[in-house]
């Protein structure tokens, strides 16, 4: 089957063909993905940086692209050339966006057609973020969304996963996967980069107080103490820590 690139900034992507059904994920500017069926209407797709399938509108994406450079801010916005000016559009591109340079003017980068970008927002797609505390935080008090992975939305395995993808290192979409491929810490001391697994949920350690998750109940991303965290979790949704790994790991 052959790759073909996202070329919207960001779209839904439903678990059945039907725009009532779950959206289980979402698919970024730039993103590969395979065909596995279409119809009319939908597409069955399956995403090549994680593996994970759904269903997104049958529309025209690209079959060449070549990524040279990649968002480095929680979002990035979208400008149209205009003579000599840059005037700023009502879109943007999210984290980890991956963008052809097509062109360079000023301070811009050209990706599509009329399309730029501001040069301060991208990274060439070689870079290497070890700071994952750093990219976490540009997502802190973003609202809760089920299948969300934007600053616009966000649930808590996308919030790990981002990481990795911007770094182009597999991790899984979905935290009953990212359970099965962590490797279960040892030590039970909690320490920077511990990954905190429950049934359904997942954050992290900032150091050995503070985590940093997507909570549901509180509607956002945000910090809080781990161990409160933790009886918190216990005593409202009756769940106990199921595994702790470490990002450093992977």
């Known amino acids: 089957m052959k790759n073909n690139f996202f070329n919207k900034p960001i779209e839904n992507v439903y678990s059945k ?3 009532k059904s779950e959206v289980c994920t979402q ?8 065909i596995i ?3 009319k209407n939908w597409i069955k797709i399956r995403t090549n940086f994680d593996n994970y399938s ?7 994406f690209k079959t060449s692209f070549k990524s040279s450079h990649k968002i480095y801010s929680s979002k990035s916005w979208i400008y149209k050339k205009v003579k000599s000016n840059f005037i700023k559009t009502k879109k943007y591109l999210y984290f980890s966006s991956m963008i052809e340079n097509l062109e360079e003017k000023k301070n811009y980068i050209k990706f599509d057609k009329n399309r730029w970008i501001k040069k301060k927002d991208l990274k060439k797609l070689d870079h290497i973020e070890k700071n994952y505390k750093k990219i976490l935080k540009l997502f802190l008090n973003t609202k809760y969304l089920w299948g969300g992975k ?5 649930d808590c395995s996308a919030l790990i996963q981002l990481f990795f993808k911007y770094n182009r290192k597999f991790f899984p979409r ?7 491929y962590c490797k279960k810490k040892t030590s039970k001391k909690f320490v ?3 990954i905190i697994f429950w049934k359904g949920h997942v954050g992290l350690c900032l150091d050995k107080k503070r985590f940093i998750h997507a909570y549901g109940p509180k509607k956002k991303v945000l910090i809080m103490p781990t161990k409160q965290t933790i009886n918190l979790i216990f005593k409202t949704a009756k769940l106990e820590v199921k595994k702790i790994s470490n990002i450093k790991k992977y």
């Open 17 to 19: 063909p039907d725009l």
């Open 150 to 154: 934007s600053i616009d939305g966000i």
């Open 54 to 60: 759904g269903f997104i509108k049958n529309k025209i």
């Open 37 to 39: 069926s279409k119809n």
């Open 27 to 34: 698919i970024l500017y730039g993103e590969k993905f395979k």
């Open 174 to 180: 979905d935290t009953k996967d990212q359970i099965k």
């Open 192 to 194: 920077d980069g511990d």
